[in-house]
């Protein structure tokens, strides 16, 4: 409130210029200017409200001589009144200097010039509608009964026109001007947020004319996708598609909304962070192959800016789900071709990875399993063909279908034969993408040794959180590779999911090896008690001075994106034991022309939210 | 319920004073007893909407009494005229008071503090109010924006949502009159087209008899799901009215133009008929001037060639069941003058060779 009083004189100042310029927005410049200041504006006017409340009449005008002229210039800016909630705020204002008895001749000027505005605001603009005036009031209707049906009719006319300029096409006779469709999008953005407009807004969006460029105002998209982020508008999905492939920066911004929803969430179980996927009709929006491929594109942003956190992976993999699900949903048939979603994978790869594990009996889940293994290291180690991008383009569709990684862990500990060294293989990749052959055998055996050990241990209520512990550590020699840490880890938490006494133990376990929390995600049914399950991994956690810093430093990532991704050479062990592979980072996609800005942002929430637990 | 339709009165008495000089006279306690019965008259709508006994009464009760005052000329003021505006009626007495200058300041400072308490108010009520005023104050600035960028350089309101939403509120109205007054809509509506630009009429009229049947209903109205009549019977008052009077619906079918009343027509056998025999009727005052070659009217009242024709064109553009019916009439027509081939004997004959050679 004092921080207030001070900046008010000088805001004041600032807005009273704005009015003035603007007069009654008739221009299409003022319009634009109005409409960029709106929220601000609105805000000052709050202040001013609040600030207002607490005076007389008379002090108001003392402290501020030119409050009426200030508030009539408001009154008479029909894109002020029509915005979110300023007619509101502004007749709270001029209630103000309302005087219940006035002393002079002066205040009782001051009374009726008020009220005149206020009139103004709650009935006029009725000037030359005297034709409706006459009928309705012969009708005995008030303008109350009126007004909403006259706005109604008028926004159904115009979505009309849009439409059938829409199904005209070339048809230059009856097709309504460009300019007339910049125009009219002008207008809407103070009232996206009234339902009325509602069918207008939607028409806009997905009405194209045949223009190249485009025709509707970016600060109209921009507040159309703010309206619909924050819930106060509804709209369909193929609205929401047009608004996302017409203006990139509101794609950007939903990803962004999704990201700061994870974050801000008190624990995200794979289960609420579906809820937000879904929620956020991201996935079902995906369906267009073309903004399917922007998201995936922040998303591997989003995990080289986090070095492959495990919230982004797991982020990753509910989108895939979702996704998955709505592509099925949609029609029997595909649109698109795999390949359109997937450029850099198999499609072969591909069909076996969308599939349903719950779709196949569980007796035949290792067939699936292996067929992707061998894929997967088929494309990995044959590196000869031009044609393969590289490990991390596979490991990354990989991730998209991260649940695969479970159930080979879950295979791995169910069966007492011989371990498949297809499974063995595909856990150790996912884990270490970036690792040379000799390294993955050695993480290989590693987890072999700890599987054995781990299915010898009693399979009893008896089982003690020491002993798995003893298991899953290390049998002397050389210290574990990171990513062979991980694979433990996996495997660890998988056998405490499924033998008897196992979720007894889970917590006294988690405590003992520090699991990250991914892995708590797997045991998500099991109700956490403090903090200790949240520990940081250090290989997880990117250093602040290194990838995000380079990102933000020097020039303008955004200008080319590739350029700025770090270099395999200097990573070399600043952060080691990291779970992203460096060496891949090369990849790069054909739509990596996206500003990458918002992901910045998030990666930041991200150091933000590991850094306080 | 005595007692009710008592109180209905008072208030609409109420209602009439708060656009008076009167107003002058009350104070703050006054305004806040009024706005008190709005709310309590709001509560009523809201208990016995679906309430039809009652509500028919209450209806019966206001629309006698409107008529009793809006009878008297159309710059008389409405009071309360029917069930629905009960919802609104404290909207509607917090405008008429903010409007009128002759209410005191303390009263005024009074009625703004109980419209607009400021934010974070704790009585739904109070907020409702207030959020109705800011939402059409908010609306009213939609209407004007769009009237003055959405159309292009002409900037003017777009003649068909006018004519729309004027004929919306007719058929509301219609159907109001028609659930209140033993007689239907009749006098009302005469009464209407004595007070309005004709033409102005008409075309609300023609524009009303098009409505989907749905349209004229708000969705929130389905609280009066329990009314006897619904808007497709509204429309079907106003084409019984139309045919009990013939000169209006001659006027009605000389003055529209003719894809509006093809439109009508269509929709509205009964009124098709009378359309047609109209159009007969007119093409039997014309004969045939030798020296030009044309099809001339007796006097300047007679419908010329050129309309007649038009008309006749645009009902045979229609799909089947009125170009033939139309095409059979002409047919039949042509059959009582003599069945001539030959043109410049018999209208009909001119009219339907121009009819096939214009198709």
Not at chain 1, 159 to 185: D, K, Y
Not at chain 1, 304 to 328: H, K, M, N, R
């Amino acid at each position: 409130m004092a921080q207030d009083a001070v900046d008010l004189p000088s805001d004041y100042q600032f807005w009273m210029r704005k009015l003035s310029l603007w007069g009654q927005a008739s221009t299409l410049e003022t319009q634009q200017d109005t409409c960029r200041h709106l929220p601000q504006f609105q805000d000052f006017l709050r202040q001013m409200y609040e600030a207002l409340k607490e005076m007389d009449s008379c002090t108001v005008i003392e402290r501020f001589p030119t409050i009426g002229q200030l508030l009539a210039k408001t009154c008479w800016n029909p894109f002020i009144l029509a915005y979110d909630e300023s007619q509101k705020i502004l007749i709270w204002c001029l209630c103000c200097l309302i005087n219940k008895e006035p002393q002079n001749s002066g205040e009782s000027k001051l009374n009726s010039w008020t009220r005149g505005l206020l009139s103004h605001i709650l009935s006029s603009f009725r000037f030359d509608m005297k034709e409706v005036g006459l009928f309705t009031q012969c009708l005995g209707y008030a303008p109350a009964d009126y007004y909403p049906g006259l706005l109604k009719n008028m926004v159904l006319s115009l979505v009309s026109e849009l439409r059938e300029n829409h199904l005209n096409g070339f048809n230059t006779q009856r097709r309504m001007a460009p300019e007339r469709i910049r125009s009219l999008s002008q207008v809407c953005i103070p009232l996206v947020t009234l339902p009325d407009f509602k069918p207008l807004v939607e028409a806009l969006l997905t009405c194209h004319g045949c223009e190249l460029q485009e025709m509707l105002w970016p600060e109209f998209f921009e507040a159309v996708n703010e309206a619909f982020l924050l819930k106060k508008i509804s709209l369909s999905k193929s609205a929401v598609i047009c608004l996302w492939l017409r203006h990139l920066p509101s794609l950007e911004k939903a990803m962004l909304h999704l990201f700061e929803k994870l974050i801000s969430s008190e624990r995200n179980f794979m289960r609420s962070i579906e809820c937000f996927m879904k929620d956020s009709l991201l996935p079902e929006a995906a369906c267009h192959p073309a903004i399917f491929r922007m998201v995936d594109e922040m998303f591997r942003s989003a995990l080289l800016e986090t070095d492959g956190a495990p919230e982004v992976l797991a982020t990753i993999q509910v989108f895939t789900w979702c996704f998955a699900d709505a592509l099925e949903k949609q029609n029997t048939q595909l649109k698109f071709t795999l390949k359109t979603y997937f450029p850099y994978a198999s499609p072969s790869l591909v069909m076996v990875l969308l599939q349903h594990p719950k779709d196949i009996p569980q007796g035949l889940w290792h067939q699936p399993l292996t067929h992707i293994s061998e894929m997967l290291r088929e494309q990995v180690e044959d590196q000869t063909h031009g044609s393969s991008r590289g490990p991390f383009e596979s490991w990354f569709v990989f991730v998209h279908f991260g649940g695969w990684a479970d159930i080979a862990a879950e295979q791995l500990l169910m069966s007492e034969a011989e371990p498949p060294e297809a499974l063995l293989w595909l856990l150790a990749f996912s884990y270490s993408p970036r690792d040379g052959s000799q390294e993955r055998a050695q993480t290989m055996a590693e987890g072999k040794a700890v599987l054995s050990r781990l299915l010898k241990l009693p399979r009893s209520p008896t089982l003690s959180a020491r002993d798995v512990h003893a298991a899953a550590g290390e049998q002397g020699g050389d210290p574990r590779l990171a990513s062979c840490s991980w694979l433990i880890r996996h495997l660890t938490l998988n056998f405490l999911l499924w033998a008897p006494g196992g979720h007894a133990i889970a917590r006294e376990v988690i405590a003992l090896v520090s699991l990250p929390f991914s892995s708590i995600l797997v045991l998500f049914h099991i109700p956490p008690k403090g903090p200790a399950s949240e520990e940081r991994v250090p290989g997880c956690c990117p250093d602040r001075g290194g990838w995000a810093a380079r990102w933000t430093a020097g020039t303008d990532p955004r200008a080319c994106p590739v350029a700025h991704l770090p270099v395999t050479e200097e990573k070399e062990g600043s952060v080691k034991g990291s779970l992203l592979p460096e060496p891949i980072v090369k990849a790069r996609s054909p739509v990596s022309s996206c500003t990458l800005l918002p992901v910045q942002y998030t990666t930041v929430f991200f150091l933000m939210k590991r850094n306080k637990t | 319920m005595d007692s009710l339709l008592q109180y209905l009165e008072r208030f609409s008495e109420v209602l009439a004073v708060s656009r008076s000089t009167h107003v002058s006279r009350w104070d703050p306690a006054t305004v806040r007893r009024a706005l008190e019965w709005a709310r309590y008259l709001r509560h009523i709508h809201r208990r016995f909407g679906r309430h039809v006994s009652i509500r028919t009464a209450l209806e019966r009760r206001l629309q006698n009494q409107w008529r009793q005052v809006g009878g008297s000329g159309p710059a008389s003021v409405p009071g309360l005229t029917n069930f629905r505006a009960l919802e609104r009626c404290d909207l509607l007495l917090s405008q008429r008071l903010l409007e009128n200058p002759a209410l005191g300041d303390a009263a005024l400072h009074s009625l703004l503090q109980q419209l607009f308490p400021g934010p974070g108010v704790p009585d739904a009520e109070e907020e409702t109010l207030q959020g109705s005023l800011a939402l059409l104050a908010r609306s009213r600035s939609a209407v004007h924006m769009l009237r003055l960028n959405g159309y292009g350089e002409n900037s003017v309101l777009p003649e068909d949502s006018v004519i729309k939403t004027q004929a919306e509120l007719l058929l509301q109205r219609v159907q109001e009159a028609s659930r209140a007054e033993a007689e239907g809509p009749s006098r009302f509506l005469s009464s209407l087209g004595e007070r309005l630009p004709h033409n102005n009429f008409l075309q609300v009229i023609a524009t009303a008899l098009l409505l989907p049947s749905s349209s004229p209903q708000p969705p929130k109205e389905e609280l009066e799901l329990g009314s006897p009549k619904t808007p497709g019977e509204a429309s079907q008052e106003l084409v019984s009215w139309l045919l009990r009077k013939p000169d209006i619906m001659a006027t009605f079918c000389r003055h529209l133009p003719a894809g509006l009343l093809t439109s009508v027509a269509g929709r509205h056998p009964d009124l098709f008929q009378v359309y047609l025999g109209l159009l007969t009727n007119w093409g039997r005052h014309l004969h045939y001037d030798l020296q030009n070659g044309v099809w001339v009217g007796a006097d300047s009242q007679d419908v010329p060639w050129e309309e007649l024709y038009g008309r006749f064109q645009s009902l045979c553009r229609a799909p089947s069941p009125l170009k033939d019916e139309v095409l059979s009439a002409l047919e039949s027509c042509k059959a009582q003058d003599g069945d001539f081939q030959v043109p410049g004997l018999s209208i009909w004959t001119d009219l339907l060779l121009a009819l096939g050679s214009g198709a």
